[in-house]
């Protein structure tokens, strides 16, 4: 079974996504998970939701207890630990989602494979925001610098 999404999978995936949920996500500013989501939630279409049983809201959103509480759920992008990705992913599948999302470090196959025998899209180790912000045009939005290198010194005003 291939564990790798090519690009256009990739793409393919976040053009139908309807509604992403962070499973894990942090009001913490330094968190990846909350970058994600100031990210989604300024510069997507997509209905964000998020699920933390310790948080009530998130910039401005209901927080979730646990995924089974989130309506509609489509692609969830997790930010949990490698040890957590099991019960995840079964949350995810009874959810009904189409996409099981494990950021950036996260790699797990028999997570994969699993989901992928419920009926799952699975993308490992990428981040939804930059692939998004890919494939959007808008890398420089998320946080990248897309400027031109050039050897020429700047003129000086």
Known sequence: MNLEVTAPERLRILTRTKSVTIVGASDNPARPSYFV???????????????????KTLLGHPVYASLADVPDVDLVSVFRKHDDLPGVAEDVIAAGARTLWLQLGLWHEPV???AKEAGLDVVMNRCVKIEHARFAGGLHVAGFNTGVISSRRQSTP
Do not use: D, E, I, M
Request: charged residues 20%; positive net charge.
């Open 37 to 55: 989501a100031t990210y989604l939630l300024s510069s997507s279409k997509y209905q964000v939701n998020f699920v933390n049983p310790r948080l």
């Open 112 to 114: 994969a494979k699993r």
